[in-house]
């Protein structure tokens, strides 16, 4: 008995130790020319679902949960995220080439119809992000059609 506790106190030191490491916070002011919504003639209903969708991984500003304070949920966040940005990140989009465009919209069709994004892991929490059928076949059009222009 008194080894568990000597365990459970470790675990809540280190608990609480864990704390003080800080994370990169994913969060800019200013939204960049070069931004998707910005270069494209995006419509209204989807430019909405882009955010609540995919902006939060896929862009230089992220809308944080309450969780976001508390490690190690914040560390699995920043890697989200940074995993996110690097595959594609919607502020930089018109710095890319239309090869580079149109192979992104290609992946962003596919994912969407295979249902591996937005993640699981997200819609866990953001229930909102789901796409209901409707909304998957509005986005897969206005992508084909948006691919197909470039």
Known sequence: MKIL???AIILLVAFVGIQ???TTRNQSDTVPKTDFM?????PK???KKLQVSCYD???NNTQYP???KIQPAAWFLEDHIKEGKDELNFNEWDS???RRKASKLRSIIKQIEGKEMPLDSYTLIHTDAKFSKAEKEDM???ITQLKDSL
Do not use: A, G, R
């Not at 910005?38 to 995006?42: D, E, F, K, P, Q």
């Open 57 to 59: 991984c896929h862009s």
């Open 66 to 68: 309450w969780y976001n």
């Open 96 to 98: 890319l080439s239309s």
């Open 140 to 142: 897969i059009t206005f």
């Open 38 to 42: 910005l270069v494209n003639t995006v």
């Open 45 to 47: 209903t989807i430019q």
């Open 5 to 7: 506790k000597i365990i």
């Open 20 to 22: 003080f490491i800080p």
